[in-house]
């Protein structure tokens, strides 16, 4: 048996799909950042305070369906839900191009969350079929990969696009490859090992037998009420909410920090706001391997939170007179807040069995839908309010403490057998 064969062949065939879904499914929701600083709120007569509610309120859609997405994905198939998603994310992504008022608006963004909601749970749990406990961090990795990848190009393309034609057309044009690629992922996908015919019968049955033995040094937990009320479970939830209140403010508000913090157009802003997000890739690649190689999840989370949290404390200290200071302080804490994703999703499959597991995945998933819909309507509520970044800096900061301090007490999982390192 060779496990090295089997490893590359699920890599190859599996990864580049789980990437470019994600990647998909991140431009349709993170490139409303451009219309914000492009002329959407002159264009519709949206106030300060209204553009920040309404770029958050596709986490409030988001917020609702995490649970019963991952609830079908995990019991019915993964390869449906994601191909309905696809198809209906791309036209609300299009869709925005073509409102005229602010309820159609809204509108949009909200039911834009409410179809992307069971995507991240729903590829977790599509990971943890097809990966071990030793490859997990670097699986889901590659997932996450598709958000500061897809913000690394689209804030380029996007800046063009704009700059060639405006923010309608921008919208409509990043929105169809969503639908044309779901065929190919009806074409491509199968829910389980045993269902394609590029394993060998032997090749399935020993990933299987290594699953299967995973599953047996961790805790039963008899249902989803059980798993939702333990300990570590809701601490995770609160950390994530506290975790995407500063990614969330730093993504959907990034281009139009750089733009009131110094004279520049569109396309400058796009490959300004380019750079964290090649800097969090080269992270997230660095730390998952070194997770996955210690098998020590922890480690990999918290102090990278904390770096984030002090480069935006220094990026308030220095204040709007020195940019180019300020902004490499924020290079810094985009990619520290990115970088340890992959460890922290390996965390609930690793302490949690397989009947519960996503579901939990999907809870503090949702919570993260919470407080990135906080984050980002609060950072963009200080940033108009105030007329300066600063306080949203001090914001997202306090923000990332708090995560750090949830993370850090956070109990190993308790076992029957093998322990499994947090």
Known sequence: ??????????????????????????????????????????????????????????????????????????????????????????????????????PMLAAIRFVLGIVEAAVMPAM????????????????????????????????????????????????????IPAIIWAFCWWVLVKDKPEQVSWLSNEEKSALQAQLAKEQEGIKAVRNYGEAFRSRNVILLCIQYFAWSIGVYGFVLWLPSILRSGMEMGMVEAGWLSAVPYLVATIAMIAVSWASDKMQNRKLFVWPLLLI?????????????????????????????????????????????????????????????????????????????????PAASYAFMAIALLVAVVLTIIVKPAQVNAHPQTV
């Open 1 to 102: 048996m060779n496990e090295a064969k089997i490893a590359v062949k699920r890599w190859w065939y599996i990864m580049p799909i789980v990437f470019i879904t994600y990647s998909l499914a991140y431009l349709d929701r993170a490139n409303f950042s451009f219309a914000s600083a492009a002329g959407i709120n002159d264009d519709l007569g949206i106030t300060k305070g209204m553009s920040s509610l309404l770029g958050a309120l596709f986490f409030l859609g988001y917020f609702f369906f995490q649970i019963p997405g991952a609830i079908y994905a995990e019991r019915r198939s993964v390869k449906k839900l994601i191909f309905v998603c696809l198809i209906l994310w791309g036209i609300c992504a299009s869709l925005t191009g073509v409102v005229s008022n602010i």
């Open 124 to 175: 977790l749990i599509y990971i943890s079929n097809w990966f071990t406990k030793s490859e997990r961090s670097r699986a889901n990795t590659f997932l996450i990969l598709g958000n500061p990848v897809t913000v690394l190009w689209m804030s380029v393309v996007s800046g063009y696009l704009i700059h060639a034609y405006g923010w309608r057309e921008m919208f409509i044009f990043e929105g």
């Open 308 to 388: 984030g949290a002090l480069a935006f404390i220094g990026s308030y200290a220095v204040g709007a007179n020195h940019f180019w200071i300020s902004y490499a302080l924020l290079v810094i804490a985009g990619g520290a807040m990115y970088a340890p994703y992959g460890p922290f999703f390996a965390i609930i499959p690793e302490m949690l069995p397989r009947n519960v597991a996503g579901g939990a995945m999907a809870l503090i998933n949702s919570m993260g839908a919470l407080g990135s819909f906080f984050g980002s309507w609060f950072v963009g509520y200080l940033n108009g309010s105030t007329g300066s």
